[in-house]
């Protein structure tokens, strides 16, 4: 770290459960983040801001201005352009320390694959059921540990899959790929917008410390966030042995 990085993350040195050595796990380490909507939005300002040394962002939609009441990456004469570039450019402009690699595309389950093994964190930051148990796939393979968000109306989940560890359950073993489960998609569905932000800011919260290795990870419970209420429930999460996407490949690496 040189002297303006000392000054620039002097906040996160200051704290004793973190330091220089956290600091300089984070400055070295790559986020893929999947998705630059309303939780992408917050996850990735906060992970550029702590000093992430390489981001890669991907998003395939554009930016419109129905997005902006809740997505606050971007800005207003972004509309019509690709999320992921609005979001690099927000983040670089932010941090020049972060190398950020802009991904316009809806990311096929084989390039999701790819690009995980490449990562140190993966955050799902995406909002559709396909997505997801893509990503899930592509971290249950890398063995790389998932953060995954979401938010609709008022509620909002957020759980750590640190797929590293042998016994930790999947996004799969929690929520089953039914071809025929209803989505609930933003497109159609009303969200609360500071909601997604305070999942996206969980999100970037459990990645930093996943990577910088610091306190105790949020890995094997599920939180959901019921914001009328203001009131956080926490679920624990377990195995399942049966699972097809966690229970195949660790088989086949045994
Ligand atoms: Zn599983």
């Known amino acids: 770290m040189d002297d303006t990085q000392r000054l620039r993350y002097s906040r996160h040195l200051l704290l004793n459960e973190f330091g220089e050595e956290a600091q300089e796990r984070l400055l070295g380490s790559h986020a893929l983040v999947i998705g630059a909507g309303g939780l ?3 996850a990735l300002l906060y992970l550029a801001a702590s000093g992430f040394g390489r981001i890669t962002v991907a998003d395939g939609d554009s930016v419109d201005l129905t997005n902006l009441q809740r997505q606050v990456i971007h800005r207003t004469d972004s509309i019509g352009g690709p999320k992921a570039r609005s979001a690099a450019s927000a983040m670089a ?3 020049p320390d972060v190398h950020v690699e802009a991904l316009e595309e809806r990311l096929s389950p084989e390039r999701v ?3 995980a093994r490449t990562a140190d964190v993966v955050l799902d930051c995406s909002d ?3 997505t997801r148990h893509a990503i899930n796939r592509a971290c249950v393979a890398a063995r ?3 953060v995954s968000g979401a938010g609709i109306r008022f509620d ?3 759980a750590v899959f640190d797929l590293r560890r042998d016994e930790a359950p999947c996004y799969h073993c929690l929520f089953a790929e039914d071809a025929q489960a209803q989505e609930e998609r933003c497109a159609t569905m009303g969200i609360f917008a500071p909601l997604v932000g305070i999942i996206g800011t969980f999100q970037a919260l459990e990645a930093i410390k996943l990577v910088a290795g610091i306190g105790e990870s949020l890995a094997g419970r599920l939180l959901l966030f019921d914001a009328l209420a203001s009131r956080w429930h926490e679920v624990r999460l377990a195995r399942d042995a049966h699972c097809r996407v966690c229970g195949t490949a660790r088989a086949a690496a045994a």
């Open 40 to 42: 992408g939005s917050a």
């Open 93 to 95: 402009a932010l941090n």
């Open 113 to 115: 694959a790819r690009l």
């Open 128 to 130: 559709n059921f396909a």
């Open 144 to 146: 790389r540990p998932l």
């Open 156 to 158: 909002g989940q957020v």
